[in-house]
């Protein structure tokens, strides 16, 4: 009986650099990353910016003056009446470029023309507001306030715009940071090597790897400096009026969608960054076990072949050389 032959599992082929597929992935992850933080960025510039969906909902801050006098006084309901007579609004919200106002039951009724560089005077708004004659008591720290407000919403105007700019061009550009053949996908077998070269590493870092990793950085800081200083900025106005409201009646309060919005932006902004400092020090350090090997594999060949050249015997070199003929 003819026995059968033998399959064996034909050798797996090395793999060559990075998978297509797993190229593909790294690149589609870092523009949604970008392209989400974007999306919300778009959201927190636009915030507030005119009596539409959503944008009417997305504030910096919020100040309500519906009771600034205190409901305690007698005939509070006649006192409230004449509070909005002379001429202001129950409420006031901050975004980034100009306020919005309105009233409690009508919403809002008017938004100030959009102003590069806006940063909220409460006090200014308030008294251009008020009729000839009447006056309103403000909280008393409100000027040291205003100050820092003034320096802090010039630095948060120009980060948001900087950084909003910033991913939107790196949602087309990361994926170019992605390489199929980076240095650290290097073979210690030397013909795979010759028939896939792989980026050489010095090059790879310094015009590739090492640029994107800054604009990814400075994206990320922009972001989320610009995320902090909204935040400190706009919790110092809230307690700086909600500490009068017991003598004013003054309430105020942040806005969670606003917050929300530019703190998920900082997030992917920052997971984006990790991302391309991953891949840079990877490209910089990785691979060193096989480069070990093949300079290993090198020295050794080189001492074979010269160890084959001095180990012919002294027999053999006499006999080549009767073996030549003589030259006259």
């Known amino acids: 009986m003819a026995k059968l032959p033998l399959f ?5 082929r090395p793999q060559v650099g990075r998978s297509r597929a797993k190229v593909l ?17 778009i959201l927190v510039v636009i915030g507030s910016i ?30 409230d009446t004449i509070a909005r007579t002379i001429g202001l609004h129950d409420f006031y919200q901050v975004g980034l470029w100009n306020y919005c106002e309105g009233y409690m039951g009508q919403g809002i009724t008017h938004c100030s023309k959009p102003k590069v560089l806006y940063w909220f005077n409460p006090v200014e708004i308030i008294l251009s507001e008020l009729l000839s004659g009447a006056t309103i008591a403000l909280p008393a720290n409100i ?8 320096i802090a919403s010039h630095w948060m105007f120009g980060l948001f715009i900087t950084g909003t700019v910033l991913t939107f061009i790196l949602i087309f550009l990361s994926p170019l940071a992605v390489s199929s053949r980076p240095p650290q996908t290097i073979s210690p077998d030397p013909a795979v090597n010759q028939a896939h070269p792989q980026h050489r590493r010095r090059t790879f870092v310094l015009l590739r790897s090492f640029p994107f990793l800054i604009l990814t950085f ?18 110092i106005f809230r307690n700086v009026f909600t500490s009068a409201s017991e003598d004013l009646n003054i309430e105020a309060w942040i806005g969670t969608r606003m917050m929300v919005f530019m703190w998920i932006a900082s997030g992917f902004n920052l997971i984006a960054f990790i991302l391309q400092l991953g891949s840079c020090c990877a490209s910089c350090c990785g691979g060193r076990k096989a480069r070990k090997q093949l300079k290993r594999n090198s020295a ?3 001492s074979v072949s010269a160890g084959t050249s001095s180990s012919v015997s002294p027999d053999l070199r006499e006999k080549d050389h009767l073996r030549t003929p003589a030259t006259e």
């Open 8 to 12: 064996r599992k034909a050798p797996e």
């Open 218 to 235: 400075l994206a990320a800081l922009f972001t989320v400096v610009a995320s902090v200083v909204a935040t400190v900025m706009f919790i």
């Open 25 to 41: 992935w790294h690149r589609i992850l870092r523009s949604f990353c970008y392209l989400v933080a974007w999306i919300f960025l």
């Open 143 to 150: 000027t040291s306030a205003l100050k820092i407000a003034r």
């Open 50 to 79: 005119a009596d539409k969906p959503v944008i009417r909902q997305t504030y910096f801050l919020e100040i309500n003056l519906a009771n600034i006098i205190p409901l305690s006084t007698p005939n509070a309901d006649l006192i």
């Open 300 to 302: 050794n060949g080189t």
